[in-house]
């Protein structure tokens, strides 16, 4: 088959709606619906787009009652993934608040990964949830989290059988992967359901990857296409299997945290991705590791900074410390997630971030303390891996001597704060502004998370140490975007004194959970 000749079969195949719109864009058919442009946007930048811009109407399906075309990209998606799969258009955010409120019940008990995304933390307000929380590991080596394991999921579900349905993070924003199968395993010898946050990991049904959460056995799995497959922003997955989840109800709810109106443009954005997954998913596979292998020969000899995953293993006492800050058996990660550690070397993670950008022309996708992480897909160029990899060469070869790396404190730093109140209460109870330096001892009345990667670092109800203010005025002082807190991150909402002092009932520890 010739290159003009694929080219075709694939608009002809797999470019359904998309040509659809097309051709109504080209068509005499004058719209007397929504939207409110008209299509008539000839005069105005962006034209193009508002040309293929629809609300549903005859012959283009209906994202909450699909029966035709949208229905179609569904099952096609499905097959791909191995399950009943949902088309989202609110992102992953949606499909969280959907799949947990599917597979609890109001009042029921989560338990849940301390590092999971904000919207898991809303999905437990807006079920009234109770929860239960696991810490990932913590890796010292890199400042990053770690896996959560079966042991600690088996433990937290024997120590607390009134769970109703486990949520992970997996991979994590940093690319780590648990062990899913083990845990779904887990939690399904005791007819719980498993909730994964796969929202980074979309890519992993592509060879070479790690195991898909979905052929791991996961019960919910919700995937963000757009961040590591060629989709764009905004467009999600949801897919459902077993028989632990209601799927009348998981329909409804995906109703009710979807808008009524979706952007055809975003669904035929989603098949499109779907397409080229069908198509073209195993060639864009080995270009990537190909990619890869070269990015990695290339960044083999960093004396300063390193790359989580590949030259933290260069020697025999390498892999030892690294073995001892996992303190176990190394486990999965996806190797697109390029975390740059410059701990110990004098940098840090802000001043790579912005040397790389403002030097090299390379825009990071976030900074910590003292690491940036790059997301790199099966869509990034030769060049692009290339471009980073030297880039990372030459700053290296401009650092001085490096100190031995510090293991500080920020791993006990994660400790389950004190609970005063469940979230649901906290947020729903009279608060007062405080600065944040006199906030120890106070309960949170709001969410306080860096962003990205939107991980909150105390939620409501929760009591303020010195611990987690040190953390977040080194964060402030060193420029970290801090949401949740007041003019400029200096003061902070807190429950009023007086409503819980004068109850000692709404005080339990968790401590040791």
């Known amino acids: 088959?010739?290159?003009?000749?694929?080219?075709?079969?694939?608009?002809?195949?797999?470019?359904?709606?998309?040509?659809?719109?097309?051709?109504?864009?080209?068509?005499?058919?004058?719209?007397?619906?929504?939207?409110?442009?008209?299509?008539?946007?000839?005069?105005?930048?962006?034209?193009?787009?508002?040309?293929?811009?629809?609300?549903?109407?005859?012959?283009?399906?209906?994202?909450?009652?699909?029966?035709?075309?949208?229905?179609?990209?569904?099952?096609?998606?499905?097959?791909?993934?191995?399950?009943?799969?949902?088309?989202?258009?609110?992102?992953?955010?949606?499909?969280?608040?959907?799949?947990?409120?599917?597979?609890?019940?109001?009042?029921?008990?989560?338990?849940?990964?301390?590092?999971?995304?904000?919207?898991?933390?809303?999905?437990?307000?807006?079920?009234d949830c109770k929860v239960k929380y696991i810490f990932p590991s913590f890796l010292e080596a890199y400042g990053i989290c770690g896996d959560v394991s079966a042991q600690q999921v088996d433990k937290m579900l024997t120590e607390n059988p009134q769970v109703r349905a486990v949520l992970l993070t997996s991979p994590t924003y940093d690319g780590v992967v648990s062990d899913v199968k083990a845990i779904a395993a887990c939690a399904h010898r005791r007819g719980i359901p498993v909730i994964v946050d796969a929202a980074h990991g979309a890519h992993f049904l592509l060879d070479g990857f790690p195991a898909s959460a979905v052929d791991c056995g996961a019960d919910l799995v919700i995937h963000s296409i757009h961040k590591t497959l060629p989709a764009l922003t905004q467009t999600a997955l949801v897919h459902v299997q077993g028989n632990l989840i209601d799927r009348e109800r998981l329909r409804w709810l995906l109703t009710v945290y979807q808008t009524s109106s979706p952007s055809y443009l975003l669904l035929a954005g989603i098949e499109q991705c779907i397409s080229i997954l069908e198509e073209e998913g195993s060639a864009l596979s080995r270009q990537f590791f190909e990619n890869n292998k070269l990015f990695e020969q290339n960044i083999q000899n960093l004396k300063y900074l390193r790359v989580f995953g590949v030259n933290m293993r260069n020697t025999p006492a390498a892999e030892r410390a690294w073995n001892m800050s996992c303190n176990r058996e190394l486990f999965d990660f996806d190797v697109g997630k390029k975390v740059i550690s410059a701990r110990g070397s004098g940098m840090s993670g802000q001043a790579l971030y912005h040397k790389l950008l403002e030097k090299y022309g390379i825009q990071m996708e976030m900074a910590g303390q003292d690491y940036v992480t790059a997301i790199m897909t099966v869509m990034d160029r030769r060049e692009g891996f290339l471009r980073l990899a030297d880039a990372l060469a030459d700053i290296d070869s401009r650092m001085g001597a490096v100190s031995p790396v510090s293991c500080t404190d920020r791993a006990k730093r994660m400790n389950v704060p004190q609970t005063v109140f469940e979230i649901g209460a906290a947020l729903e109870m009279e608060r007062e502004t405080k600065r944040l330096e006199d906030c120890e001892g106070e309960v949170a009345a709001q969410f306080i998370q860096i962003y990205p990667p939107g991980i909150p670092l105390i939620v409501p109800g929760e009591r303020f140490t010195g611990e987690i203010i040190d953390l977040l005025l080194e964060y402030r002082q060193q420029g970290f975007q801090i949401e949740g807190m007041r003019e400029q991150a200096k003061k902070a909402d807190v429950v009023r004194k007086e409503i819980y002092a004068q109850d000692e009932n709404y005080l339990y520890d968790r401590a040791g959970m």
Do not use: W
Not at 42 to 69: A, C, K, S, V, W
Not at 87 to 115: F, Q
């Open 1 to 127: 088959m010739t290159e003009k000749t694929a080219e075709n079969t694939r608009q002809d195949k797999s470019r359904h709606l998309y040509e659809k719109l097309r051709q109504l864009k080209n068509s005499s058919v004058y719209p007397c619906h929504m939207p409110g442009h008209k299509r008539n946007m000839t005069n105005y930048p962006m034209r193009e787009y508002y040309g293929l811009d629809i609300t549903e109407i005859d012959g283009f399906d209906n994202l909450h009652n699909p029966q035709g075309i949208l229905k179609e990209t569904m099952t096609r998606a499905g097959s791909l993934y191995g399950a009943e799969t949902y088309l989202l258009v609110n992102g992953s955010t949606g499909g969280i608040l959907s799949a947990v409120s599917a597979a609890v019940r109001r009042g029921d008990m989560l338990l849940m990964a301390r590092n999971s995304h904000r919207a898991a933390y809303h999905a437990i307000y807006l079920n």
